[in-house]
C-alpha cells in the first residue's frame, strides 16, 4: 500500500525558494517497484540479483569509468562547494539531505574512490570511501531512483559536474548486476516487441486514428486525418503514445494532424515505430538506447519518408537531437533540405514564419497561458538555428496562438526551470509520494502567476509532464485541466478551411 505524506504548502508572494533545514532520511524509505526476470531478460539483462554481485557491479563501474572520461572526471573532480546543494527540486520538496546533488553523487564517487583510486584503496576513511556491500546497493536503489536526471544542479556547478550521468551510470550498474526497476523495463521490454510503451498493438492504434478522424470531422467539420504506415508520405512523425489515447496529450496529436491538414503536407504515423519515448536513457543503456533508436530509421526507410519529424516529448527529443545521428546515422536518406531530426515545434513555427498556418489569437482568449520548459528540452537540446531557440520557439508559437501569455519567474524558467518531479523513468504510482513533493517547486512558480495573472492554463513540450501535471496540480489544489499541449493551444487557433 502506499505511504501516506503531507503535500508541501505553496507559500504566498515569493519569488525566490529558500533552502529549507534539512531532515534527515525523511525518503529513505522511498524505493520503485523492483523488476522480476520477465522485465529484465527480454532487454539483455540478468533475471535476479547475481551471485557475487559486489565484484561484478565494482568491475561495471570500472568498466563506466573506462570508457567516459566525463564521467571519470564528474567523479573527481567535486570540491564540496555546495552551489549544487539547494538547487534539486526533490531536496527543495522532501529535505532530505542525500537529496542534494553532491550527496547523490557521493553514493556512487565513494565506491569509485575505494576501489579506482591510490587514496580511496590504502585510506578509505580519509577520502570517504566505502565497500560495496547491501547498504551501499539500498541507498543507491533508493537515491538514485529520486533523481530525475533533470541536469538542474549541473547548470549551478563550478565545474559542470552533471549528476544525471553520474545517476544513468548508477542504474546501469544495477541492472547488469540483476537489480533493475520494473517501471522502466518493463516498458522498453513493451516497445522491444510491439513497438511503443503502452504496448497498443497496430490494430488497435489503426482504430484509435480512425475514431480520432471521426471525432474531428465531428468536430470541426473537416477531414483531417491521422494517417498510419502510409508509404511515400513526406513526413514521419514520431510522437509519445500517450498522445494516442489519454488527454491532454491527444489535443496535441490533434493541434499536429490540423498542421500538417493546412499545410498541405503528406504525413504518416508508423505502426512499428509507434514510441518517441526511450527508457532506454534513463537506465543508461547504450544497447537499448541503439535498439529502440533503430525501430525508427527503419520505420523510415521502410516508409520511404523524406523527413523525420519529433513530437511533443522532452527526452526523446533529447535522444533525438543528441544522440541519433551518431547512433544510428547517417540520416542521409532523408531529404537534405530539412533538419534531420526535426522537431514539431521547429516545423509549426517555420510554417507561421512563411504565412503558411491562419491562426485566430482569439480562439485562446478564454486561456491565460504560462509555459514550462521541460527539462531534456531546456538543458539537453536545442532547436532551431538560433541560440536559445529551445525557449524561444515554443513561446513565440504560444503568442502567434493567443493573447494571454505571462513566463514564470526568471529562476525557474529556461535553462533554470524546474523539472515536473515524474521525469527520469519515475513517473509511477510507486514513487509519487516523490513525485507530488519533488513538484512543489515547479507549483510554486506556477502559484505565483496564478495570483498575479489570474493564469488558467500551463503549456508544456514533455508527455512525462503532462501526465505528472495531471497528478501533481490537483495535488496543490489547482485544477488538472490546467496543463496542456502546445499543440492544443496551436491547434485551436488554426482557422482550417481557410487555406485549404
Ligand atoms: S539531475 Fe536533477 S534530480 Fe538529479 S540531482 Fe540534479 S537536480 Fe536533482
Ligand atoms: S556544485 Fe559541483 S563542485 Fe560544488 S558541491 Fe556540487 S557537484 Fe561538487
Redesign the pocket.
Known amino acids: 500500500m502506499a505511504a501516506k505524506f503531507d503535500t508541501p504548502k505553496l507559500f504566498e508572494n515569493i519569488e525566490i525558494i529558500d533552502t529549507p533545514k534539512y531532515e534527515a532520511d525523511t525518503m529513505a524509505h522511498s524505493s520503485p517497484f523492483v523488476a522480476k526476470a520477465k522485465h529484465n531478460e527480454p532487454i539483455g539483462f540478468p533475471g535476479e540479483l547475481v551471485d557475487n554481485w559486489e565484484e561484478k557491479a565494482v568491475f561495471r563501474l570500472g568498466e563506466l569509468v573506462d570508457g567516459s572520461r566525463a564521467l571519470r572526471t564528474f567523479l573527481d573532480s567535486c570540491v564540496k562547494c555546495g552551489a549544487?546543494a539547494d538547487?534539486?527540486?526533490?531536496?527543495l520538496g522532501t529535505k532530505d539531505p542525500k537529496?542534494?546533488?553532491v550527496a547523490?553523487q557521493d553514493l556512487l564517487r565513494s565506491i569509485y574512490r575505494r576501489y579506482y583510486t591510490f587514496a580511496g584503496k590504502y585510506f578509505p576513511k580519509l577520502v570517504g570511501a566505502r565497500d560495496m556491500d547491501k547498504s551501499v546497493m539500498d541507498e543507491w536503489y533508493s537515491y538514485f531512483h529520486?533523481?530525475?536526471?533533470?541536469?538542474?544542479?549541473?547548470v549551478f556547478c563550478p565545474y559542470g559536474i552533471?549528476?544525471?550521468e553520474i545517476?544513468m551510470a548508477a542504474r546501469d550498474i544495477m541492472d547488469t548486476v540483476g537489480k533493475g526497476q520494473k517501471y522502466s523495463n518493463e516498458i522498453l521490454g513493451k516497445l522491444h516487441t510491439i513497438g511503443n510503451n503502452l504496448g497498443l498493438p497496430e490494430k488497435a492504434l489503426a482504430n484509435t486514428l480512425e475514431e480520432l478522424e471521426e471525432e474531428v470531422e465531428e468536430d470541426t467539420g473537416f477531414a483531417v486525418k491521422f494517417p498510419l504506415d502510409v508509404k511515400g508520405a513526406d513526413v514521419l512523425l514520431i510522437t509519445p503514445s500517450a498522445d494516442f489515447f489519454a488527454e491532454p496529450h491527444i489535443d496535441g496529436l490533434i493541434g499536429y494532424g490540423k498542421v500538417f491538414h493546412q499545410a498541405g503536407i503528406s504525413w504518416t504515423l508508423s505502426s512499428y515505430a509507434s514510441e518517441a519515448a526511450n527508457f532506454s536513457m534513463f537506465i543508461g543503456s547504450s544497447d537499448n538506447l541503439k535498439k529502440v533508436a533503430e525501430r525508427i530509421r527503419d520505420a523510415a526507410r521502410e516508409l520511404g519518408v523524406k523527413r523525420i519529424i519529433v513530437g511533443e516529448c522532452g527526452h526523446a527529443w533529447r535522444v533525438a537531437y543528441s544522440f541519433w545521428n551518431t547512433l544510428v546515422g547517417p540520416f542521409d536518406f532523408l531529404d537534405p533540405r530539412y533538419p534531420a531530426p526535426q522537431h514539431i515545434v521547429e516545423f509549426t513555427h517555420d510554417l507561421i514564419q512563411r504565412g503558411g498556418l491562419n491562426l485566430d489569437k482569439e480562439a485562446n482568449d478564454h486561456r491565460r497561458i504560462t509555459f514550462h520548459d521541460s527539462?531534456n528540452v531546456a538543458r539537453a537540446s536545442r532547436m532551431g538555428n538560433i541560440p536559445g531557440g529551445q525557449f524561444i520557439l515554443p513561446r513565440e508559437l504560444i503568442t502567434a496562438s493567443a493573447n494571454n501569455f505571462f513566463d514564470m519567474s526568471p529562476e525557474t524558467i529556461h535553462e533554470n526551470t524546474f523539472?515536473c518531479g515524474g521525469g527520469?523513468g519515475l513517473l509511477t504510482d510507486d514513487l509519487l509520494e516523490l513525485r507530488i513533493k519533488?513538484a512543489m517547486p515547479r507549483m510554486q512558480a506556477l502559484k505565483q502567476v496564478v495570483d498575479e495573472h489570474q493564469v488558467n492554463t500551463m503549456v508544456a513540450i514533455c508527455a512525462i509532464c503532462k501526465a505528472q501535471f495531471n497528478k501533481a496540480l490537483p495535488a496543490y489544489q489547482f485544477p488538472m485541466s490546467m496543463i496542456t499541449s502546445l499543440h492544443h493551444v496551436v491547434g485551436d487557433a488554426i482557422q482550417l478551411g481557410t487555406k485549404d
Do not use: E, L
Request: include cysteine.
Open positions: 549544487c538547487k534539486c527540486h526533490y531536496f537529496n542534494m546533488p547523490r529520486q533523481c530525475s536526471q533533470c541536469r538542474r544542479c549541473s552533471d549528476t544525471a545517476s527539462c523539472c527520469g519533488g
